[in-house]
């Protein structure tokens, strides 16, 4: 997508650690705010991919107060992806950070900051411009009883600090909510084989084009075009 990116994590001294980096240098991601730790193994997934759909179980090796927050970043944009337990002392350290440093921060949260709800967010929530969601994860996380619409899970989040509010719901499409401003695209027709990494390619079209000209409508065209061309393969 023509942006320079980098990573903040941490792996283990094993093989797959290595691999991990290796892979990242080979997509040009800058890898100098990876924390290797020694004689530790890394973080690892099992994913069961069934009919396109698929459910993934994860193991954190690695605390987020493992990682590395360098004292300054030449960033316009920090992405925060799903965290293990431990979670609310690194987002403590990025509102200081993302302030100092006149960030924008993006979050696509994982099950254990959508089980603790937005609350747990702490300071960091109302720092969010864009947060990425799942139909199911928004409407755990907005906590609206019954069947809300979509419009009212994003309208509820977005009244809680988060400036645009992305919500995605399979072969149904993606929305986007800010400011009363409400939009929908449709899926992008193709033969899902498997949708592992659909969401996160979704979420990085998305914001790329926020980063290109900041226009809602084309972002959703974008994050549902590179989602399909994950799913297909």
Do not use: C
Not at 38 to 65: C, D, L, M, W
Not at 83 to 96: C, D, H, L, P, T
Not at 192 to 204: E, H
């Amino acid at each position: 997508l023509g942006l320079k990116t980098g990573i903040i994590s941490a792996v283990g001294s094993d093989n797959a650690g290595q691999e991990i980096i290796n892979n990242l240098k080979l997509k040009k991601v800058e890898t100098a705010n990876i924390k290797v730790y020694k004689n530790k193994k890394s973080s690892f997934s099992v994913i069961i991919s069934y009919k396109g759909e698929r459910t993934i179980f994860v193991y954190h090796a690695y605390e987020p107060q493992n990682f590395i927050l360098p004292k300054s970043l030449n960033t316009r944009w920090l992405y925060l992806g799903p965290m293990a337990k431990g979670y609310e002392r690194i987002f403590n350290q990025i509102v200081s950070f993302v302030v100092k440093n006149n960030i924008k921060v993006a979050i696509n949260p994982g099950a254990v900051q959508i089980k603790n709800g937005l609350n747990s967010f702490g300071g960091l929530l109302h720092l969010i411009e864009i947060i990425f969601l799942n139909r199911e994860e928004a409407q755990s996380i907005s906590g609206l009883p019954g069947f809300p619409t979509i419009r009212e899970m994003a309208k509820a989040i977005n009244l809680s600090g988060p400036k645009t509010v992305v919500i995605t719901d399979g072969e149904k499409g993606a929305y986007v909510y800010q400011e009363n401003e409400f939009f929908k695209v449709g899926s992008y027709p193709g033969h899902r084989i498997d949708a592992t990494g659909a969401g996160d390619a979704f979420a990085s079209a998305f914001l790329a084009q926020m980063f290109y000209s900041n226009n809602l409508r084309d972002a959703l065209k974008w994050g549902v075009t590179n989602s399909a061309s994950v799913i297909e393969k």
